[in-house]
C-alpha cells in the first residue's frame, strides 16, 4: 500500500526549500551539509532525508522550484503593446520576483555547477526561456537588434536586474518599480533617459 501523504506535507517541503536555500547560501553549496539544513530547519535528519534522499536532490528541488515558477510568471505575463511599456512591464515583474528570493537566486550559479549535467540542462532550460522572452521584448523597441547584439543588449539588462539585491538589500516593491523605471530608461535610451527620480541608494557609495 503506498504511503499516505501528511496533510501538511506541502507546507514541510516548501519550508525545507526555504531553510536550505539559506543555508546553501550562508555556507556555500559545496560545504553545506543536510545536517546543518536540519538544523535550520528545525527537523531530524531522518526526515529531512524523508524529502530528499541527498543535497543534490534537495539542491535541484530548490533550484527547479525557484527557476520554473520565475519561468512561468514571467514568461506567461501579459505585456502592454507599446514597446516601452511592455519593457517597463517586464523588468518591473522581474524585480518583483526576486524580491525575498535573494537565497534563492545567489546559489544559481555554483548550485548549478554542483549538479548532474541532465538536471543542470532543465534549469539551463528555464533560463534560456526567460532571457528569450527578454530579447522578445526589448526586438519590439529596436527591430534592428539581431544575433549577437540583441544577446548583448539582453544579457546587460538582465546584469541590471540580476545585482539588485547587492546593491539595495531589502528593498521593497515601491523601491523595485522605481528601479524597473531606471533599468528601462538606460535600455532604450541611454543613461540621460535614466530617471533621477528612479534612482535607488547604492550601498557603500
Request: aromatic letters at 6%; glycine letters at 6%; hydrophobic letters at 45%.
Amino acid at each position: 500500500m503506498a504511503r499516505t501523504l501528511a496533510k501538511d506535507h506541502d507546507a514541510k517541503r516548501c519550508a525545507i526549500l526555504r531553510g536550505a536555500a539559506r543555508v546553501f547560501a550562508r555556507e556555500g553549496c559545496a560545504r553545506a551539509s543536510m545536517a546543518q539544513v536540519a538544523r535550520e530547519c528545525g527537523v531530524s535528519k531522518a526526515n529531512l532525508y524523508h524529502y530528499h534522499d541527498s543535497k543534490d536532490a534537495l539542491l535541484f528541488a530548490i533550484l527547479d522550484t525557484y527557476l520554473a515558477a520565475l519561468r512561468d510568471r514571467l514568461c506567461w505575463l501579459e505585456l502592454p503593446e507599446d514597446p516601452r511599456r511592455a519593457l517597463l512591464a517586464l523588468t518591473t515583474e522581474v524585480l518583483l520576483a526576486y524580491e525575498g528570493m535573494d537565497d534563492e537566486h545567489r546559489i544559481q550559479i555554483e548550485g548549478m555547477s554542483l549538479l548532474p549535467k541532465a538536471e543542470a540542462e532543465v534549469l539551463k532550460g528555464y533560463q534560456r526561456q526567460i532571457v528569450d522572452r527578454m530579447a522578445e521584448v526589448l526586438r519590439r523597441s529596436a527591430p534592428e537588434l539581431e544575433g549577437r547584439a540583441l544577446r548583448a543588449a539582453t544579457m546587460s539588462v538582465f546584469g541590471m536586474l540580476n545585482w539588485f539585491y547587492i546593491w539595495s538589500p531589502g528593498a521593497d516593491a515601491d523601491a523595485r518599480r522605481a528601479y524597473a523605471e531606471t533599468v528601462t530608461g538606460i535600455a532604450l535610451g541611454g543613461v540621460r533617459q535614466a530617471r533621477p527620480k528612479a534612482a535607488p541608494r547604492i550601498r557603500g557609495l
